[in-house]
């Protein structure tokens, strides 16, 4: 039996939900903190080093830096997508007509293709009277998004924007500078905005 020797005691406090990549799926960590002693027939005596503070998952035991804390969990990714939806499509209405009855059936169309199923005219009605009580700061919904979202991704999503804007005629410049503000919150170029419009009225144009 070892008389001398070091050990590691950890201390927690506080626990969360982060994304497991070792389980692979969303699950409850401690946040921990630690540090190293000599001991003497295992009574701790001499404190030595600290461990950083970091997490640990509480299913498979795997221990990570707090920097896992800023990636997105699984039920936070399903929930980004429809949110930033309704950001974009209610910046969209705003710009243009929010009473035109084909912009917003096409509107809800693509808020329910994001994941709501039931979202109808009435919860159209209420996001746009909250967009318009707050003001249209929808940078928020759409960075958070931006981060799940490659290449090109994007532009698919700001083509559905542009869709909202082009359901009831031609794009306006108000409808326009909306589409440019949405890219940027997405962390798109201006070039890139103006392709994602000229190749999405081309298409309405065609079909």
Known sequence: MSLLGSRIRFRNFGQGTLHCHRCG??????????RRWIHVLYIPLIPLDRIAEHVQCKTCGTRYRTEVLCMPTAAQMQATLPAGSVAAVTTMLRAGDADSGLARSRAIDVVRASGRSDYDDAALTADLAAAGATGPDISGQLATLACQLVMPAQEWFLADAVRVGLADGPLSE???EAVQQIAVHLGMTAAQAHGVICLTEESAAAG
């Open 25 to 34: 799926g969303d699950r409850v960590y401690r946040r921990c903190t630690g």
């Open 174 to 176: 108000a409808e326009r």
